[in-house]
């Protein structure tokens, strides 16, 4: 899924791409998307973009002397989890693409067009970014920084980190992949809750006795997660290309698979978060003590075990104990969580249990507690349990 960086990578790529050309004609839309029409015809019109966050803006802006008599008109764009734009000559145009503008004559004709094969992206017109949506991590650090640590107590941090991450009002550009290398490169174990994590840099401040030139040593040495949110992004931007995305080039997609050190890389770990999204993570001493504690200081829930039934009595047969053990323990259901994989190529193991219909081979068996065969997870605390 694009991420904020994508987002400013296409727009460089609109800009440098679109600078010097004259766009003429409507705009066009397929006639498959459910995006509005965009009411737009000049004859002469150049093209701008600008990005924040996870959201992109496209300014037509008519030439002077172009008609009919036009008002610049801006766009703002989502990408959803595929969208991006081509440039591409207008008898070659991709088979997904959605909105489509046409370079004026003379000389050969091309279109910009905005290519999503999932159509989950989606434009408004008007040119306001979407409200609620934070300062973006990468263009307005200070605003963002502020915003976070001025909101510690909004309940979105009672989330894991994991999910906190992706909260565009405060995390405003930071999706899957940045999430995981960020809490990769601090070892900071995914399902910590985030207020935990975050609390500690509301007091941190340099030393005073430091010179300039060493407090920007010491941040770049030994950066927070905040700072990290704001730097691993522009790694991405300094990579060039598209970034991260199936319709990059060959060169662009390896350059940006060598960055990578944890999202989607072998010897990695993954779960899913509460809603179902993949988070990458290196399981480790950190994670390990991170766990023992939660078991320490968290009893088990109702969920998470079976009481006792009372011992079956002796007057009755081992047959009519059997039938009525077993509807119970059919019926026993599973604590919901999230499966637990070491590699996304290795299949699911299935679930170990008894035979329905097995009987024990002594006279008398004591019953014994249900447990779930998949961990469960408690999405509130800080690791899987």
């Given at each position: 899924?694009?991420?904020?960086?994508?987002?400013?990578?296409?727009?460089q790529?609109?800009?440098?791409?679109?600078?010097?050309?004259?766009?003429?004609?409507?705009?066009?839309?397929?006639?498959?998307?459910?995006?509005?029409?965009?009411?737009?015809?000049?004859?002469?019109?150049r093209?701008?973009?600008?990005?924040?966050?996870?959201?992109?803006?496209?300014?037509?802006?008519?030439?002077?002397?172009?008609?009919p008599?036009?008002?610049?008109?801006?766009?703002?764009?989502?990408?959803?989890?595929?969208?991006?734009?081509?440039?591409?000559?207008?008898?070659?145009?991709?088979?997904?693409?959605?909105?489509?503008?046409?370079?004026?004559?003379?000389?050969?004709?091309?279109?910009?067009?905005?290519?999503?094969?999932?159509?989950?992206?989606?434009?408004?017109?008007?040119?306001?970014?979407?409200?609620?949506?934070?300062?973006?991590?990468l263009?307005?650090?200070?605003?963002?920084?502020?915003?976070?640590?001025?909101?510690?107590?909004?309940?979105?941090?009672?989330?894991p980190?994991?999910?906190?991450?992706?909260?565009q009002?405060?995390?405003?550009?930071?999706?899957?992949?940045?999430?995981?290398?960020?809490?990769?490169?601090?070892?900071?174990?995914?399902?910590?809750?985030?207020?935990?994590v975050?609390e500690?840099?509301?007091?941190?401040r340099?030393?005073?006795?430091?010179?300039?030139?060493?407090?920007?040593?010491?941040?770049?040495?030994?950066?927070?997660?905040?700072?990290?949110?704001?730097?691993?992004?522009?790694?991405?931007?300094?990579?060039?290309?598209?970034?991260?995305?199936?319709?990059?080039?060959?060169?662009?997609?390896?350059a940006?698979?060598?960055?990578?050190?944890?999202?989607?890389?072998?010897?990695?770990?993954?779960?899913?978060?509460?809603?179902?999204?993949?988070?990458?993570?290196?399981?480790?001493?950190?994670?390990?003590?991170?766990?023992?504690k939660?078991?320490?200081?968290?009893?088990?829930?109702?969920?998470?075990?079976v009481?006792?039934?009372s011992?079956?009595?002796?007057?009755?047969?081992?047959?009519?104990?059997?039938?009525?053990?077993?509807?119970?323990?059919?019926?026993?259901?599973?604590?919901?969580?999230?499966?637990?994989?070491?590699?996304?190529?290795?299949?699911t193991?299935?679930?170990?249990?008894?035979?329905?219909?097995?009987?024990?081979?002594?006279?008398?068996?004591?019953?014994?507690?249900?447990?779930?065969?998949?961990?469960?997870?408690?999405?509130?605390?800080?690791?899987?349990?």
């Amino acid at each position: 899924m694009p991420e904020g960086p994508e987002l400013h990578l296409a727009s460089q790529f609109v800009n440098e791409a679109c600078g010097a050309l004259v766009f003429g004609g409507c705009v066009e839309k397929s006639s498959v998307s459910r995006n509005p029409e965009v009411p737009f015809e000049s004859s002469a019109y150049r093209i701008s973009a600008s990005a924040r966050g996870k959201e992109l803006r496209l300014i037509l802006s008519p030439l002077p002397g172009a008609h009919p008599p036009q008002e610049p008109l801006a766009l703002v764009f989502r990408f959803g989890m595929s969208g991006s734009f081509q440039l591409v000559p207008r008898e070659e145009l991709p088979r997904h693409a959605h909105l489509r503008f046409y370079t004026a004559p003379p000389g050969p004709q091309l279109a910009l067009c905005f290519v999503d094969v999932r159509r989950f992206g989606h434009w408004d017109l008007g040119g306001k970014w979407q409200p609620g949506r934070g300062p973006c991590v990468l263009q307005e650090y200070e605003q963002f920084r502020e915003n976070v640590l001025r909101n510690l107590a909004d309940k979105a941090f009672d989330r894991p980190i994991c999910e906190a991450l992706l909260d565009q009002r405060f995390f405003n550009g930071i999706g899957n992949y940045l999430r995981a290398e960020i809490l990769y490169r601090l070892k900071i174990p995914p399902f910590e809750k985030a207020r935990s994590v975050l609390e500690a840099l509301q007091q941190r401040r340099p030393s005073l006795k430091l010179t300039l030139s060493q407090k920007i040593k010491a941040k770049l040495q030994n950066p927070d997660l905040l700072e990290l949110c704001h730097s691993v992004p522009k790694e991405v931007v300094q990579l060039g290309g598209k970034g991260y995305g199936s319709e990059s080039g060959e060169e662009d997609f390896a350059a940006f698979r060598a960055w990578l050190r944890c999202y989607g890389m072998p010897g990695m770990s993954s779960l899913q978060d509460r809603h179902g999204r993949t988070i990458w993570f290196q399981v480790g001493p950190y994670w390990r003590k991170s766990r023992k504690k939660k078991s320490k200081a968290t009893q088990p829930s109702p969920e998470d075990r079976v009481e006792d039934p009372s011992p079956p009595s002796k007057a009755l047969s081992r047959t009519r104990r059997a039938k009525r053990d077993l509807p119970e323990r059919t019926a026993t259901q599973l604590p919901e969580g999230p499966s637990l994989q070491q590699d996304p190529e290795v299949p699911t193991v299935p679930k170990k249990g008894r035979r329905k219909g097995r009987q024990a081979a002594s006279g008398h068996r004591r019953p014994r507690k249900v447990k779930a065969d998949t961990p469960s997870l408690d999405p509130e605390g800080t690791s899987a349990s």
